[in-house]
């Protein structure tokens, strides 16, 4: 890597981080001019910038320049602080093609504006994602308000859910300063985000994190993709990214540690886990006992999954409304059982590493269960901009039922332990409050009968009878567990389970096909 770069980026960070007027522009601007080029398709074009600081602040002027004439036309109008964001997310949609996208990899940085500022209609593709158009509008009024005299814009903040961005302009952060710059209709954009949509996960309930400009830092930061570009998705990264994404974070969460929200946490400790895992694996094939024992204890990202769950659950976050912290805890460890059981098994012992691998999966299973995850999902109803919560759950529960069958394979047995069904049990009794009022997923269902057969019938009514069950549907369903008559299990959760004026379930039509996100 080239050392004068990357030290000068971070030297830009920190100037930054230590600055009472954040210049959101530049910190972007310096991100990008380093992930775009290091992430390139081709091996033989990927580089630090050979002047990085020359590139930033050329990058920087152009946009300066862009800001100005914003400036220009806001001089000829009245208008109050929704309508200047307006005005400034029209200018920044006008010299874009198209929608924003967010299966584009690389354009979520104000970088990649001024390219297009500075190219033109030369490039073919001027596009932006969510973050990327946000970032960009907000670092545009944050220039107004600081050169050009617009104090009404220096309230504006960016506000950032597990999947989602916007802006926030009232200075509380209630909901009714929410602006929604990402919608490619000229007469949607700048409205407040629509009440109905609280509800859902795509919006945390109304509790995302309000990121001051220094925290915005953070979410740029953790916003860095270190995924090559190529044609099919090959999962290959860029280690360079990786290394100063990790610099980076780690810098913030030692000397400011209170920038560092549940997300940026989770980024942290996925990159952690990743360096560890290099060095297990090294571990395992030098056949050093001493190195793998030592490198399975000091499990940092643990620690840092932990912190994020510690943070979400505070009141600030509305408490309990972050689904990730719990699915990325829940993902670690069960990576880390997998580990043991079949690369750290021969050096271990097989009796040490699978007691070890219980563990993990114990925890891993509380962590989704009604003390963990499970709480999370009571807080919302599912919505059809939820798809990245869809697929999530969905992962987590394959998982699971992966994870009792590999153990029904060890014991070539009906499964008698149950705390790990307690746990399942109790994650399904939080999709069902989620789905109130729909049909819960057909192939869901599927995944749940398969893995209970695997289980005495003592012990599913053991696991029903322990489990922290809150959801009507759930409570109907327990005395089916131990017959697991399942045609009349898959009719009660097929059920929209809507009640009518006397009480009663009523149910919904099947639609014809395959089951869709907004069924």
């Not at 800001?67 to 109050?80: C, F, G, M, P, S």
């Not at 399942?424 to 893995?451: M, Q, R, V």
């Not at 289980?455 to 009878?465: D, K, L, V």
Request: proline fraction near 3%; aromatic fraction near 8%.
């Amino acid at each position: 890597m080239d050392h004068e770069s990357i030290m000068a980026l971070y030297a830009v960070i920190q100037q930054e981080l230590q600055s009472p007027d954040v210049n959101i522009a530049k910190v972007s601007i310096a991100l990008g001019s380093v992930e775009s080029p290091l992430t390139k398709r081709d091996p033989t074009e990927r580089c630090w910038p050979v002047n990085f600081l020359g590139e930033v602040m050329e990058c920087l002027d152009i946009f300066q320049l862009f800001v100005a004439e914003i400036n220009r036309q806001l001089a000829t109008k009245e208008l109050d602080a929704r309508g200047k964001v307006k005005l400034v997310a029209d200018a920044v949609w006008s010299k874009l093609t198209g929608v924003f996208v967010n299966d584009v990899l690389h354009v979520q940085h104000v970088y990649i504006f001024t390219q297009h500022l500075k190219y033109g209609t030369k490039s073919s593709k001027r596009q932006l994602d969510c973050g990327g158009v946000v970032t960009t509008v907000l670092a545009a009024c944050q220039l107004l308000a600081l050169q050009y005299g617009h104090t009404d814009l220096a309230a504006c903040k960016f506000q950032v859910s597990e999947d989602h961005c916007w802006l926030n302009c009232d200075p509380g952060g209630g909901r009714e300063g929410t602006i929604e710059v990402t919608t490619d209709s000229a007469v949607k954009r700048a409205l407040p985000v629509d009440a109905a949509a609280w509800q859902g996960w795509l919006y945390s309930g109304g509790h995302a994190p309000l990121c001051s400009h220094q925290m915005t830092i953070t979410a740029m930061i953790t916003s860095m993709n270190p995924s090559i570009t190529t044609r099919q998705n090959t999962g290959e990264d860029s280690a360079q990214v990786q290394r100063a994404q990790r610099h980076l974070l780690r810098m913030i969460h030692s000397n400011y540690p209170d920038l560092m929200y549940p997300a940026a946490l989770g980024c942290l400790a996925d990159l952690e886990e990743r360096q560890v895992q290099d060095a297990l694996e090294a571990a395992v094939e030098g056949d050093d006992k001493a190195k793998l024992e030592q490198h399975l204890q000091a499990n940092q990202a643990q620690s840092l999954f932990e912190r994020a769950i510690q943070i979400s659950t505070q009141p600030g976050l509305g408490g309990h409304h972050q689904w990730y912290p719990y699915s990325y805890m829940f993902g670690h460890l069960m990576r880390r059982a997998e580990f043991l059981v079949k690369e750290a098994a021969q050096l271990l012992g097989q009796d040490v590493a699978l007691q070890q691998a219980d563990v993990a999966i114990q925890s891993a299973m509380q962590s989704i269960g009604s003390r963990g995850g499970a709480v999370v999902l009571q807080h919302y109803r599912f919505m059809s901009t939820d798809e990245q919560l869809y697929k999530d759950l969905e992962g987590v529960l394959e998982q699971s039922c992966d994870m009792f069958r590999w153990r029904h394979q060890q014991v070539k047995q009906p499964i008698t332990h149950t705390n790990q069904l307690t746990s399942l049990l109790e994650f399904w009794d939080g999709i069902c409050h989620l789905y109130t009022g729909k049909a819960k997923p057909s192939h869901w269902i599927g995944h749940l009968l398969k893995t209970l057969k695997l289980f005495t019938a003592e012990a599913r009514i053991h696991a029903a009878s322990t489990a922290e069950i809150r959801s009507a549907v759930m409570t109907k369903a327990n005395p089916l567990w131990a017959e697991l008559k399942a045609a009349r299990i898959k009719a009660l959760f097929e059920t929209a389970d809507l009640a009518d004026a006397n009480g009663n379930s009523s149910k919904r039509k099947k639609r014809s096909g395959t089951y869709r996100l907004d069924s």
